[in-house]
């Protein structure tokens, strides 16, 4: 689009926002009085959205940008932001012609760290220039640095991805029972989707384990219905051990378990006695 808006001192320019979730929802929003329909995407009106300045760099810099709101609108609610659905959802930001519908992208990144307070929320914008920050060189370190299942790991994610049913839900203690799923022992580490239910997306980590019993690190919604599906992805301590009799991995373990650490001067012999 080659159109160069706010060049006259009145035009009927709007802002827009574009949200996708990591689930695959796509969130449309607009400034506008009415809801504007453009790139297949309905924009709900919100004009109690409000981005702040936007800052981009020709250099290497990272650009910034916030938004905040009041969280009034169906589609962020303080229940989906609690429980992570927006972590990571890339975001654009732009203007466009309420009347035309001519629009120009001015902003694109991640939802970063998120802030609620007194019925409004706050988000931290991070572009994609952020990436560029990223250590190139692994530091050292006794476990491994690959997430489980990942590139480096190597390891199938199919291998280690069980569909389950769960049979109770103990929502004050976070608790659920899955009579069919993998052993307490591989549980450590990993994380459970959900299928179905009204947290259907959301993704727990796993904080214990204990036969069937799984706990869960985020609060459950009670009107979850026993029989709902999970996914259940196995988990990795990140020791040598593990990787070697547990998966048959060691060739792929990225980690130093031998490498003496800072307090090598302080090691003596002891007596085997």
């Not at 199919?158 to 549980?187: K, M, R, W």
């Not at 020791?239 to 990225?254: E, G, I, V």
């Amino acid at each position: 689009m080659s159109r160069v808006f706010m060049a006259t001192e009145v035009e009927g320019v709007a802002s827009w926002w574009r949200i996708h979730r990591k689930d695959g929802v796509t969130i449309g929003l607009t400034s506008h009085d009415r809801d504007l329909w453009f790139d297949g995407v309905l924009h709900r009106t919100t004009p109690g959205m409000v981005p702040s300045a936007i800052r981009r760099t020709a250099d290497l810099g990272s650009d910034s940008a916030e938004v905040s709101g009041a969280l009034a609108h169906d589609s962020i609610s303080a229940v989906d932001l609690a429980n992570g659905r927006f972590d990571g959802a890339r975001v654009e930001v732009g203007v466009v012609d309420w009347e035309t519908l001519e629009r120009a992208p001015l902003y694109t990144g991640e939802i970063g760290d998120v802030t609620q307070e007194a019925g409004t929320f706050g988000a931290e914008l991070i572009s994609a220039k952020a990436l560029l920050d990223v250590d190139l060189v692994p530091r050292t370190s006794p476990t491994c640095r690959a997430q489980f299942c990942g590139p480096s790991c190597n390891l199938a994610p199919v291998s280690f991805t069980h569909e389950a049913v769960v049979s109770a839900i103990d929502a004050d203690a976070s608790q659920i029972t899955v009579p069919d799923g993998p052993t307490a022992q591989s549980l450590a580490g990993g994380f459970v989707r959900w299928i179905d239910g009204p947290q259907a997306g959301v993704i727990m980590q796993v904080v214990a384990a204990d036969g069937g019993d799984i706990v869960t690190d985020m609060p459950l919604d009670a009107n979850t219905p026993p029989g709902a599906r999970i996914l259940i992805r196995e988990g990795c301590d990140h020791t040598l051990h593990t990787c070697a009799t547990r998966f048959a991995n060691a060739a792929n373990f990225q980690g130093e378990p031998f490498l003496p650490g800072n307090d090598l001067i302080t090691r003596y012999p002891t007596s085997s006695s």
